[in-house]
């Protein structure tokens, strides 16, 4: 059975930072792309951050951001403790939401749609910017 279950979400204010931590059981974790979504009231979900597995021909982590995130937020991996994280700085209001991890396909790299392919989701983690 495939579990995943967020951590890391809170209240802080405008300009601050939160880290977001998500671990996962019952799958390969390492072949797997991983994401993180959100979802603010009476809004629509969002692809937020994307990891791919490995990493690319320069060692480097394979990413992808939301254009509203990019500069701000930082995805990464622990393939050893099965776990992905968020690292979340210069929040925003409007970056209030609830957070959700998400596994992706297998051998999966962040690119094109890849928010259309998260397969396994976590119950989320609450995240709340006051100005």
């Known amino acids: 059975q495939v579990q995943l279950v967020e951590s890391g979400g809170g209240s802080v204010q405008a300009g601050g930072s939160l880290r977001l931590s998500c671990t996962v059981t019952g799958l390969t974790f390492t072949v797997r792309g991983m994401y993180w979504f959100r979802q603010a009231p009476g809004k629509e979900r969002e692809g937020v951050a994307c990891i791919g597995y490995g990493y690319d021909n320069n060692s480097n982590r394979r990413t992808a951001y939301a254009d509203s995130v990019k500069g701000r937020f930082t995805i990464d991996r622990d393939d050893d403790k099965n776990a992905v994280y968020l690292q979340m700085n210069s929040l925003k209001r409007e970056d209030t939401a609830m957070y959700y991890c998400?596994?992706?396909?297998?051998?999966?790299?962040?690119?094109?749609?890849?928010?259309?392919?998260?397969?396994?989701w976590g119950k989320g983690t609450l995240v709340t910017i006051s100005s």
């Open positions: 998400a596994s992706g396909g297998r051998w999966d790299v962040c690119s094109g749609s890849w928010t259309g392919r998260a397969e396994d």
